[in-house]
């Protein structure tokens, strides 16, 4: 009923006058629809799908499934959510473990990954999926997920498919919390789906960077640096202090708790679980989405998607790092295809000894440079300003540490202390150098990947595209020789904009007018440090003259 209720509300304020008319929006110089650019006047019309009608080998193969999602409140599981729910019409029930939080109960939480714009495709192609979705509660970083006696028998006795998506993503987690959740709760997971009754197959999302000591990582399991149970047992007698200054020692070469964790919880899957019909999916750097439900959504700031933010409002100037080097990104949309695609590969199809893994990259296909990547975010993003833009968009990368501080001095101390302290004379909130300080943060636990190119192998993943028939291909499209880098950066900034800084298209015509404002004052300051370096110069260059009998 509180889901229904809900729904009517979101419904109700979607279908609302916009503030602005949309011919103020798009005009001669601005000739695209932004709503259309993003997909959101593309939605097909609701339909009845009949129980005998039969759908494609993967829709078939998600008949009467009942699925089992940890992870579904994070960013790759609503995604995964809404692509079932979607495109997979008599799929019968999916339970997503959600755990409480900020005062939240599991209901409450749940309303709240609906009524994300993610969704809109799916609540006006599908309306009627609200009774396939229940949340349990439950907790992975608790022993027994954490699930009450009655949860673990409806999962026991229910589920067929096990996504295995939840993880704390954070590089900095401390190793008791990365431990307890990517490790044991992987070994919960485990623990659980060897009592189910029809169990066809369990997914286990893992990361391409669980190996990332090494610069080639093919698609089989490596040697971990430590023994996990040796790692839990000595986490479980140290205080946290302890285990904080030990932790340098602990992961060794990895750089982070993050991928160490990972790795491990990697390594007890090939122990504990050949057994089970499962696979370990190894995506790379995931992004925003491609083309569905909607392009450009993404929910975090992790990554790319930070430096393209923060550039685009004219909050980051400057970022250490190679421009030239390569990262291995991949649209989130894509990746979530691949996996379902894997999942139904690994129940039906896999005939070998070991446990698959499946690697989720673009570089050896579709590789692009840093460089190049900004540019074309900078040269379609330019068209779709956000109304909190504070500057116009100056960004430059540099791998060399002189001129970085250098540039970081000028760009971001000088003009965050200043701005900072106008804030507080105004009575306002001073924010700019806290940003600055979380940047400098985020460039420290990132400086590990700022000079390195990765090779990762995904032979599997380009043969699992290439085996799937015409209608999975076009339904779950996951095509790397197909990724145009240009086409996704058509819309990625005008996504980033709409769905992660939440600013609404009819704040454009006011936007546009601000950028406008904010170009004379960044052309006009350029204007100004640039006559000044001359005047400097000329000062110096004439005090030399002097001083040598030239002048």
Sequence with gaps: MALDLHRKYIEKKQDSAPLVPIKDIINSKYYLDPLELLGERSFNEPREIEESEVGSPIQEFFR??????????????????EKLLRTCPHIKHIYLLIRSKKGKNVDQRLEDIFEDRLFKRLKHEVPKYYHKVSGVAGDCSLPGLGLSVSSRNTL?????????????????????????????????????????????????????????????????????????????????????????????EIIGDLPNTYAFTKSLAEDAIRREAQDLPILVFRPTVVIATYREPVRGWIDNVYGPTGLIVGAGTGVLHTYFGDSNMVTDMIPV???????????????????????????CSSA??????????????????????????????????????????????????????LLDTL?????????????????????????????????????????????????????????????????????????????????????????????EKLYIAHTALQVFVYAFLLYCAWTITSLILKLTGFM
């Design 64 to 81: 009467d499934a009942v699925v089992f999602l940890t992870g579904g409140t994070g960013f790759m599981g609503k995604v995964l959510v």
């Design 156 to 248: 026991i006795n229910e589920v067929n498919i096990i996504f295995h998506g939840a993880a704390t993503v954070r590089f900095d987690e401390h190793i008791r919390v990365a431990m307890n959740i990517n490790v044991s709760g992987t070994r919960e997971l485990l623990s659980l789906a060897r009592k189910i009754t029809n169990l066809k197959v369990m997914a286990h999302v893992s990361t391409a960077y669980s190996n990332c000591n090494r610069l080639h990582v093919e698609e089989k399991f490596y040697d971990p640096i430590a023994d996990y149970e040796d790692v839990l047992k000595l986490i479980s007698s140290k205080d946290d202090q302890t285990l904080q200054d030990m932790t340098k």
């Design 333 to 359: 949309d894509m990746v979530v295809n691949a996996l379902i695609c894997a999942t139904k590969e690994t129940a039906t199809n896999n005939k070998d000894d070991e446990i698959p893994i499946y690697t």
């Design 364 to 417: 050896g296909q579709k590789p692009i440079k840093w460089n190049d990547f900004i540019e074309m975010n900078r040269r379609h993003g330019i068209y779709w300003p956000t109304i909190r833009a504070i500057w116009y968009y100056s960004f430059w990368a540099t791998n060399n540490p002189y001129f970085y501080a250098l540039l970081n001095f000028f760009c971001h101390i000088v003009p965050g202390y």
């Design 423 to 515: 804030a507080v004379i105004a009575g306002q909130k001073p924010i700019l150098m806290k940003i600055y300080k979380k940047i400098d943060k985020v460039r420290d636990i990132l400086a590990y990947f700022s000079d390195k190119e990765w090779t990762f192998t995904n032979d599997r993943v380009l043969a699992l595209w290439k085996s799937l028939d015409s209608q999975d291909q076009d339904i779950f499209n996951f095509d790397i020789n197909q990724l145009s880098w240009e086409y996704f950066s058509q819309a990625h900034c005008l996504g980033l904009r709409v769905y992660l800084v939440k600013d609404d298209i009819h704040t454009l015509p006011a936007a546009r007018k601000k950028w």
